[in-house]
């Protein structure tokens, strides 16, 4: 079975400065590695995802997250941050090859302030 | 706007009654998933369709079901229904059958 841990349940920052939202994920299998936001009364929308390949990965808004195989992680960063990333951010995992079941952490409420 | 629509956006009802939520997916997307979104259970995957099968199956209770039709649009019955099923209901959509993309705006259901 997989698992999806969130260790932050709430990040507040300021604007302009960064921020590292963690995920962790347990599987015995492989897995695809994904980050959803979720802005107040909408519905979620893929940020980016790892399948395969080059670790790191970045989104079109300047985010980015990096595949720890050893440390089973997939943290997500961004250098400087404004006040319309004020959103939920949630951590999924899919096993490769077999059900397709998405896992979701619990979700981190991140929240810039002026 | 992800391309997925998804009716209704609101509904309320009672106990013991049955409802139907219903997901167009984004034009040329094979795969729709369904997942519940609650304060206390979080996003539940529930049940994934691709071109017509059912390809994975999460925490569906036995009193949800679904189905994926012909022109590719889904709807996800839930009955016998709970004061605990309050809930969002999203729908998601993608080509691929394992990389939900686009996701509805969900559907809003209260149980009184």
């Known amino acids: 079975a997989q698992s999806v841990t969130q260790l932050d349940s709430q990040v507040p920052v300021f604007e302009e400065a960064p921020v590292e939202l963690r995920c962790n994920y347990s599987s015995s299998v492989s897995v695809y590695l994904f980050w959803y936001v979720q802005y107040p009364n909408q519905g979620l929308q893929l940020l980016l995802k790892y399948l395969s390949g080059s670790t790191l990965v970045e989104s079109i808004n300047g985010f980015e997250a990096e595949f720890n195989k050893s440390q089973t992680s997939f943290h997500l960063r961004k250098p400087s941050v404004h006040i319309s990333d004020t959103a939920e951010y949630f951590c999924a995992v899919i096993p490769v090859g077999g059900g397709f079941k998405t896992i979701f952490g619990a979700g981190t409420r991140l929240f810039v302030k002026a | 706007d992800s391309g997925v629509t998804q009716t209704p956006k609101h509904l309320i009802t009672a106990t013991g009654q049955r409802v139907t939520l219903r997901c167009s997916p984004r034009?040329?997307?094979?795969?729709v998933y369904w997942y519940q979104q609650s304060l206390d259970q979080g996003l539940q995957f529930l049940i994934q369709?691709?071109?017509?099968?059912?390809?994975a199956k999460g925490n569906i209770l036995e009193r949800f079901s679904a189905q994926q039709f012909p022109d590719l649009h889904s709807e996800l019955n839930l009955s016998s229904l709970e004061l605990g099923d309050s809930a969002l209901y999203f729908c998601a959509s993608s080509l691929e059958v394992d990389q939900p993309q686009h996701f509805g705006d969900g559907t809003r259901l209260s149980i009184l």
């Open positions: 369709y691709y071109n017509g099968e059912e390809r």
């Open positions: 034009s040329g997307d094979l795969s």
